[in-house]
């Protein structure tokens, strides 16, 4: 229940830059996700925050307080691992009660929390079973009571459920953002699973090469991302390049297509067009293709329940740009493979970036 | 369950003869009193002899010497070399297998060159701790690194320390007792070596229990191999000792 500032942190080793001047702010009791690809430096920055490695440059204030130069054990974060992190010679009771144990907490007491604790991750009947008596979902249950049985300032996970199947997965993150809620403590989740991040965060923060690209909430992220990495990285998006035009962007063989975010760049600036594939509208071909729409050909039609996700080509773009688009499933039946079709959109749908933002990341 | 098969059994049985028929043949020929006649007069007179007990007590205060030695030495080094210094590992493990480079005899001629020091140390055979406990590093050493890897050492620590615990209180509450079993491996595998060794008392001129063997030998060959029975039956009852610590070890491993 504390805020956390993380400013110009920056980290290398062997001369090669992981982090890279960086600044995070989080608010009390938020949520939020370090998304990126692998080895772009989501651990190191969750390491830094924890006290495990120390900056190169930077600091790093907790509730106001700078801890750049504390030891982990004085930092009161609550740290949950990968997997693997419960002490294997003690039962889940006694893993939670390690905490307030080692801070001289009279017996009772501890045993006392930590049975709160079990309760709160739905493990109260489990609480004299050892870790190897335990599924790695139990496993990391245990690990967050244990996180938290200190009360710490910031809960910090680090891809806490990557080494668990996906029904499991899926469960547990549920449950972490509702135990996050009940016990507001501010929490930094490291994961490279977009859905995760987006599904559980108060804000999103992408990183990739030791930069944080974009700190927002999630539907930001999603609707406006900052530049093409995120656009990219996050959820599915179809990428047309051409030229900023208006309220338009001409692509490299003539065709006008409506844009109303490419206002914000300069009239002839190279840029990308990217829609998403909700966004993209699809009509039997009829002989003629209307204006401020595309000519494609179905590649192919993915069933995904009440969706149908349609890949499309575009044979007069010449880069083979693709596109896709989603439809509900019963009218994907006209949809099929090798039908060729036209795709339109509502002008306030694309979002536009110029393509130096592009290159740049 | 896949069958085992023929040729399994053969190769099985032929190697369970291989092991137990010089066994059976060590047992019989102690039980020979000579001219057909079987009993246990070699057992009797071996432990009339005055030397044996005192012989014995020496190598078991050794062994237990060196096994205190690899825990309150090794065992440190090796938690601190896995946490702080993973780069030092080919230094380890090249010390570790030294004493099966060089031969045990070239050992003592080195260590009888360096035998020269206090009374307190060397006139004692306390003084044997020191190579037995090079003898028994790569088996201690072995047995401690696989324990050291089937728990997770680093996040373990850093578990520890986020929750507040200082590195004592985390490597006394949780890197040690999540190694017990493995120390108490080692421990054994040492003890079984110390009991065993035989150049270094010989020649540094200390009587173990091993020397007492060798001395036996040379004049009542039949109390020899009572006494040869006698030592497997200890060894023996060591393994067991660490057959049994394993199956606690598979658990505490089935952690992963
Ligand atoms: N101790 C280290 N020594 C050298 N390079 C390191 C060290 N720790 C991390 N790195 C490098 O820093 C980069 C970022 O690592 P990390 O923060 O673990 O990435 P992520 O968690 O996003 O996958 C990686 O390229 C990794 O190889
Ligand atoms: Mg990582």
Redesign the interface.
Known sequence: MATVEARGVSKSYQGRTVLASLDLDMGEAELICLLGPSGCGKTTLLRII?G?ITPDTGTVHVGGRDVTAL?????????V?QA???????TALDNVR??PR??GQAKTEQVKRAGELLDLVGLAQHRDK???QMSGGQQQRV?LA??L??RPDVL?LDEPLSALDAKVRLQLREEIRRIQRETKVTTVLVTHDQEEALSISDRVAVMNGGKLLQVATPSVIYRQPADAFVARFIGLAGILPGVAEGAAVRMSNGTILPADAAVAHQSGRSVEMFLRPEHVRLQRMNGHVPPGALAADVQEATFLGSLTRVRLRLPELPDHAGLWADMPSEHAADFAPGQRVTAHWHETSPHVIAVEAAQAS | MRRFGLAGWTVLGLAGLYFIVPLLMTVSFSLWQGHGNYGFDAYRSLLARPNLLPSLIVSIELGLATCAAIVLLLAPAMIFMHLYAPKLRPVFEFIAALPFVVPAIALVAGLSVLFTGPDWLIGTPFYLTIPYFFLALPYAYRAIDVGIRAIDLTTLTEAGQSLGASLGQIIRMVVLPSLRPALIGSMLLSFAVVMGEFTFANVLLFHTFAVLINEVGQNAPTEAAALSTLSFLITWGAMLGVLMVGRGNAQLGGAR
Request: hydrophobic share 55%; proline share 12%.
């Open positions: 924890a495990f030891p982990p054990a004085a930092r009161k974060m609550g740290m691992f693997y992190s419960l002490f294997p010679n003690m390690f905490g080692v801070a050892y870790p190897h690990a244990r996180a049985a200190v910090l």
